[in-house]
């Protein structure tokens, strides 16, 4: 057998170990890829009706916004109506306040000149009546 003869038989047992190596690699990608596909048709299959259904969710959303946009000068309306009323009834709270305070102060003062008013009362008739 000459070194050529002997090269070949060992690039020959090295391509036969490669191929027999490579066989099941190749196999497992070839499972793989088929894996793969399956996913992807699935994803797709369940991600349609989601899709779907969240364009649905988003136009019921763009709906309701639009309610609010709607009724945001209501509400806007209302709160100034709720901030005049609050005015009004500090207004009336006070005015009560004055009168309650004008009143306190008549009833004073008329105390105060009912006192008086017998005070004087009994120095004139102790003067009219002791001389």
Known sequence: MTLTGIALIIITIAICILVMTLIPTILTVKRTFESVGALSEMVQKELKP????????????????????E???????????????????????HSVGVVTNVLNTTSVWATGAKVAGKYVLERYLKKRGGN
Do not use: C
Not at 55 to 60: I, K, N, R, W, Y
Not at 73 to 83: C, E, Q, T, W
């Open 50 to 69: 989601t899709i779907q259904e969240l364009t649905g969710v988003l136009a019921e959303l763009k709906t309701v916004g639009g309610g609010v946009a």
């Open 71 to 93: 009724h945001t000068d209501d509400v806007k309306r209302f709160m100034s109506a709720l901030g005049e009323t609050g005015d009004n009834l500090h207004t009336i709270n």
